[in-house]
């Protein structure tokens, strides 16, 4: 059973990248932080936003890095060696273009579909054998371009959409996740989502 000991949520740092669709992994890490009532601090070492939440069961690190999203394994890699995780024990939230808005999925190895925060991960960790919880910011229409799409603001039905699907992860899916029936979970979300 693959116990998750490491949750990351991809984002850029700063204000103003803040709200825009890219860092949807961090609005995920940032909800468990609530949840959890959990403060995440600056951690020098980890280069981001850390915590650690633990209860009788296990523990498990909270991560945004503060890295720009092109160097994100920078702060995975650091984080995950400081405190000897193995990349199959780390679950990275992200922002993903290929599913519909506030589509959820959960998935382990795989490319990094042409996303740079992935990318750069599995070169740091030298290896793609790592959990994603892809979160659907859906596609730009035609014409416009990605780059620009995601360094945007989600409208706020489309933001609210995408939040309420979180909450439904936290409540629902995490807890699975966390105990390591990762399938169960999997599945869960899954039927859920049809």
């Not at 059973?1 to 609005?27: C, D, F, K, V």
């Not at 995920?28 to 633990?54: C, Q």
Request: charged share 20%; hydrophobic share 40%.
């Amino acid at each position: 059973m693959t116990h998750i000991r490491l949750i990351a949520g991809l984002a850029n740092p700063g204000q103003e990248y803040a709200s825009t669709r890219h860092n949807a992994g961090a609005w995920f890490v940032n909800l468990l932080a609530e949840h959890i009532k959990l403060n995440l601090r600056p951690d020098h070492k980890a280069h981001g936003l850390h915590g650690v939440y633990s209860d009788d069961q296990h523990q498990c690190h909270l991560l945004i890095p503060q890295t720009y999203m092109n160097q994100s394994g920078i702060a995975l890699k650091a984080c995950a060696h400081y405190h000897k995780i193995p990349p199959t024990e780390i679950l990275v939230a992200h922002d993903d273009i290929d599913l519909p808005i506030g589509t959820i999925r959960l998935k382990f190895d795989g490319g990094d579909g042409g996303h740079n925060g992935l990318k750069d991960i599995i070169q740091h960790l030298h290896t793609k054998q790592f959990y994603r919880l892809r979160i659907g910011v859906g596609r730009p229409k035609l014409g416009l371009d990605v780059v620009d799409y995601v360094l945007k603001a989600p409208s706020k039905s489309e933001r609210a959409l995408i939040d309420d699907k979180l909450s439904l992860v936290l409540s629902d899916i995490l807890p699975i996740i966390l105990t390591g029936e990762i399938e169960k979970a999997m599945q869960r979300l899954h039927t859920e989502a049809k």
